[in-house]
């Protein structure tokens, strides 16, 4: 803004608190009771890294109406429930996890964030596991199996866009690269 010489004077502010769970909050998390289901956002059902709700709002209120319909009394938040944990909120349980490591942890002394913005220049193959991230199509819970045997592929693409890659072995391509 001060390169455009854009004035911050007098100007308002805005910002919008997601309602993403912390990993003990997803324990004692409740999303339906006595006559009442909650879905999308006032279910808690966002993810806790990107802050995506969009599909896990439709998702929740499409799992929500076929529990009420597979169990009509007293077994709907149990089926809710475990419907919801089957489908994505044990992914989601398990990306609060993940979330304060990548929001507060250090890796090759800079901040996750920094290294991740770096990595997803200079590698093609970590840039394609970060688009499945936020296209929903690879899960936290298979993260570390997938960053892990895309590892020599993806440091190797790294040393190469720094002119090292002819001193380094080639990786061996894997089925998941
Ligand atoms: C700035 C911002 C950017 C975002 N970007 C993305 C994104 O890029 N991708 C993504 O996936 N998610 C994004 N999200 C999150 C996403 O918008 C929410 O997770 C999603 O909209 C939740 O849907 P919902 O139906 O649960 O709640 P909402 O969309 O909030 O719907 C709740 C509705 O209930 C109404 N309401 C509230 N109280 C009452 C009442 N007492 N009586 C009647 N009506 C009431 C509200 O007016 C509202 O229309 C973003 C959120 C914000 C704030």
Known sequence: MDEQSLSRKGAAFYSHLLPALHTPAWKRNRVAGDGWLAVGDAAGLVDPITGEGLYYAMRSADLGVRALLTDLHERTEHTYRRLLRRDFAADLEFGSRLASHIFHGKFL???????????TRRSPLFTRVMQDLFAGTQDYLGLKRRLMSNLHGSLFEIATSFGFGRSLPRPVPTQES
Do not use: E, T
Request: proline share 9%; hydrophobic share 45%.
């Open 109 to 119: 002394f800079g901040s996750v964030p920094s290294r991740m913005v770096q990595f």
